[in-house]
């Protein structure tokens, strides 16, 4: 990886670190780099669990990736492959990185990264707060302010379940990987009616590849992708039909209102067309036998359309929430991605939301976006402590470190989308 110098989407000088090559090892096999060595997976490519996202890092040095995303770093898991071949970089690294990976070092030694089931369940258990507050408003009471009021606790109770499925498939509740699942399960499909398993494969990959295009294999951030608009001109080649020039014309009018009127429609379709587990459709059934349930209680279609109306519209604000933290950065091609510097593209590529400490449940942790891209593992009340000592460490090395209030990260997005849909007019494409 390497440096790239860069602000509020404006791109300075670059300074690439070349991957290190498995010169002189067998060409015919893939093998990725882990913390100086050249580990076999050709045989494991296949049989991975994350997906086909190691196969964007063969003959590569992977391991800040690595030790980003596996569950204790991945410690329990490289000692089971043999290495085949060592390297070394062939420049110097870059010191922000090296005080980074200290960073994570520290945080290791001193538990950070040691998953909280206590503290999970305390908010879980706010969760069924909220869903009691449902049942109740819309079984107990009559009049139309109480459905609409139960359709506010809905939308929260959604919106924290989605926020819980983040946080537990990225490892900070369990470390096991069965218990992962069906925490998962309980939090996504059930209470949320979306996949886990559809929702965990594509972060992954906007994880260890954000704001990346290929065009080669016509590969985009999953996360950082929509048919309806392009936030970024490098994408601009990935849309071809003339309903899409439409909708690009009038993104940055469109985008509130489509993330909230269509942002959970989205998701759930998305996540139900990929999904074919039995275990994810079991559960699906019974989140929609509950909702109808729960619709049957209302006296009129009325009551129902308004209940799961301001449901759905409020649990909109949190696809608002998924995007403006990336949204109005620059986005770079996979192969300049992989000569750059992974903490300080992390950082980079990320805006943090500034807020009360006491606001910190709403958004769930996607305030500390810079935190959490950087210590994906680390558990969500961790986040102020780290990110304290992000900071620093940005103010030692002159990084940039992007972080905003929560309207203005909104403006940024909806004057990035303006931006880009002028270039795309000029676009000969």
Same mark, same amino acid.
């Given at each position: ?14 300074? /690439? ?61 490289? =000692? ?15 010191? !922000? ?10 945080? $290791? ?11 999970? *369940? ?6 069924? &707060? ?7 408003? @819309?079984?107990?009471? $009559? ?6 009021? *139960?359709?506010?606790?809905?939308? #929260? ?15 900070? *509740? ?25 929702? /965990? ?82 559960? !699906?059934? @019974?989140?929609?036998? *509950? ?12 009551? %129902? ?28 091609? =996979? ?11 992390? &950082? ?17 942790? #996607? ?9 994906? %593992?680390?558990? /969500? ?25 929560? !309207? ?20 000969? %494409?």
């Amino acid at each position: 990886m390497g440096i790239v110098e860069q602000y509020n989407g404006t791109t300075g000088a670059e300074r /690439r670190f070349p991957q290190p090559s498995p010169n002189g090892l067998a060409t015919n096999r893939k093998l990725v780099g882990v913390e100086g060595k050249w580990y076999d997976v050709t045989s494991f490519v296949h049989r991975h669990p994350g997906g086909e996202i190691i196969n964007y890092f063969i003959n590569k040095d992977a391991t800040d990736v690595f030790r980003s995303v596996h569950p204790k770093g991945g410690e329990h898991l490289i =000692k089971y492959l043999k290495a085949v071949g060592s390297y070394t970089n062939s420049v110097t690294e870059d010191p !922000f990185n090296r005080d980074m990976r200290e960073l994570y070092n520290r945080l $290791q030694k001193e538990g950070y990264f040691k998953p909280d089931l206590r503290w999970y *369940a305390k908010k879980y258990a706010v969760c069924l &707060v909220l869903l009691s507050l449902v049942i109740t408003f @819309v079984a107990g009471f $009559q009049s139309s302010w109480a459905h609409g009021l *139960a359709g506010v606790f809905l939308a #929260l109770f959604w919106q924290q379940n989605g926020m819980l499925m983040h946080d537990i498939l990225h490892h900070q *509740a369990f470390d096991n990987q069965r218990l992962t699942y069906l925490a998962g399960l309980v939090v996504a499909p059930l209470s949320f009616g979306m996949s886990a398993n559809w929702w /965990r494969d594509e972060h992954w990959v906007h994880h260890v590849l954000l704001n990346s295009v290929s065009y080669e294999d016509n590969f985009v951030d999953p996360q950082m992708w929509e048919p309806v608009w392009a936030q970024n001109t490098k994408l601009f080649p990935l849309f071809q039909t003339h309903i899409q020039a439409l909708l690009i014309k009038i993104q940055h009018i469109i985008f509130i209102p489509v993330c909230m009127i269509a942002g959970r429609f989205g998701i759930i379709i998305d996540s139900m067309k990929r999904e074919t587990d039995l275990g994810t459709w079991a559960a !699906f059934c @019974v989140h929609w036998i *509950a909702m109808a349930l729960l619709l049957s209680l209302l006296p009129n279609w009325e009551e %129902r359309c308004l209940f799961y109306g301001v449901a759905m519209l409020g649990e909109g604000v949190l696809h608002i929430q998924l995007l403006i933290s990336h949204y109005s950065k620059d986005m770079y091609q =996979k192969e300049e991605m992989h000569d750059m510097e992974f903490y300080r593209y992390q &950082v980079m590529q990320n805006i943090n939301i500034t807020n009360p400490w006491w606001m910190d449940w709403f958004h769930g942790g #996607l305030n500390f976006h810079i935190e959490h891209h950087c210590f994906p %593992r680390v558990p /969500r009340h961790c986040m102020r402590q780290v990110g304290s000592m992000i900071q620093e460490l940005c103010r030692k090395h002159d990084v940039p470190y992007d972080t905003t209030g929560f !309207f203005n990260a909104v403006w940024r997005t909806l004057v990035g989308l303006h931006q880009a849909q002028k270039l795309f007019k000029l676009d000969p %494409r």
